[in-house]
């Protein structure tokens, strides 16, 4: 039995120290949140080279335009970035009493801004990153290749939905790529609002926004999707009165069947 005990004791050490669920404020407040210096541009079925994308702030007089997206017009998404030559120092701290491992692999996500968020719990936002429900479209995942220049190209799936976007980067770390750190071009903020931060931190909420202010991240990115309707009216009629038809023969059925079976 003390054996046994023993066991259970260990196993649930492990558990608390490793298995834990990671919350975006825990890195925020542990100091893991990183800026990878992301930026964003864009091709489509009309630009074949890449564009700079800069929410709407004219990088010249051709580029850096706020087109909405879509999966209609073949956008491909490129999110380029540059882990800091120091990013292994950086995420390699004690994390909630655990030893964190190298710095493996950065997963990007799109995450819906608060506006598209709201009355929507499909979409609802969570601390616990595994049960974020705001950051679920995955666009990718590239390996570390610290203090070098890396692109990520993001083919907009079919069921993107009408909606603004911002990007979170999710670095991960050891053999079992845990979330070690965090990125994102929505504002820390978006991530973890103060009074969430003012708990984890155990400060006021007023502190939290002044800590939260001095966390650095990428610089803000937001980009808009739609719903192109591709469907056009003829197919529309054609239902419709495909639709009528099938009534149609299914009341002539029963009709005809009464009839025969009052003839016989």
């Known amino acids: 039995m003390a054996i046994s005990r023993l066991s259970i004791l260990i196993l649930s050490t492990l558990a608390l120290a490793y298995g834990a669920d990671i919350k975006y404020s825990d890195l925020a407040v542990g100091g893991h949140v990183v800026d990878l210096g992301m930026k964003l541009s864009f ?42 030559a120091d990013l292994k120092d950086l995420v390699m701290k004690k994390f ?28 609802k936002a969570k601390d616990v990153i595994k049960k974020d429900k705001r950051c679920s479209k995955k666009m990718g995942t590239i390996s570390v290749l610290a203090d070098q220049n890396s692109t990520l190209s993001y083919i907009l799936p079919s069921d993107t939905a009408t909606a603004q976007w911002f990007i979170t980067a999710y670095v991960k770390c050891g053999e079992d790529e845990k979330y070690c750190a965090i990125d994102t071009t929505g504002g820390i903020s978006a991530l973890v609002p103060p009074p969430v931060f003012a708990e984890n931190s155990k400060v006021s909420v007023g502190q939290a926004k002044k800590d939260l202010g ?12 739609e719903v192109v309707e591709s469907r056009q009216p003829a197919l529309f009629a054609a239902v419709i009165i495909l639709s009528c038809l099938s009534v149609g023969l299914l009341v002539g059925f029963f009709v005809f069947e009464q009839i025969a079976r009052k003839n016989k």
């Not at 692999?105 to 499909?122: D, P």
């Open 96 to 123: 909630d009493g655990a030893p964190v491992g190298a710095p493996v692999s950065i997963q990007f996500k799109a995450c819906y801004t608060k506006k598209w968020t709201v009355n929507r719990k499909w979409r």
């Open 43 to 84: 091709s489509d079925n009309e630009q074949n080279e890449a564009v700079p994308y800069n929410d709407g702030k004219p990088c010249n007089e051709d580029a850096c335009q706020s087109p909405t997206f879509s999966n209609e017009d073949g956008t491909v998404l490129l999110v380029q970035f540059s882990p800091p």
């Open 214 to 225: 001095k966390i650095k991240t990428s610089q803000d990115i937001i980009y808009s999707t």
